[in-house]
């Protein structure tokens, strides 16, 4: 079984920054690829960025590109998702997954975090 713990959310002004961290703990982690979606209020959940089991491959919901940058550490068991430049509409619940593969949909996905709450006023 996989149990996966996000962290890092918060409030924070436009333009600011914040880094979610996602904790991975039961099944190698390393064999995973992981995603970060979100569900902002009276919308459906959304891909928001993936990573492949070793970290060489990324991608990005065309929202958040240039601006976002997930990460991993094999090591320690951590995805990261840095958010910079974070605006009003990247308001939302953010959740981490792990999966077989880093597509962008739901389905992919067999272990879902509880998530973090990231509020940004403008």
């Known amino acids: 079984q996989v149990r996966l713990v996000e962290s890092g959310g918060g409030l924070v002004q436009a333009g600011e920054s914040l880094r979610l961290s996602c904790a991975h703990f039961g099944r190698t982690f390393s064999i995973y690829a992981m995603g970060w979606f979100r569900r902002a209020p009276g919308k459906e959940r959304e891909f928001v960025a993936a990573?492949?089991?070793?970290?060489?491959?990324?991608n990005y919901a065309d929202s958040v590109k240039g601006r976002f940058t997930i990460s991993r550490d094999n090591g320690k068991n951590m995805v990261f998702l840095q958010m910079n430049s974070l605006k009003p509409e990247d308001t939302a619940v953010y959740y981490c997954a792990a999966g077989s593969t880093r597509l962008p949909t739901d389905g992919a996905y067999s272990y879902w975090g509880q998530g973090t709450q990231v509020t940004v006023s403008s």
């Open positions: 990573i492949s089991w070793n970290g060489g491959t990324t």
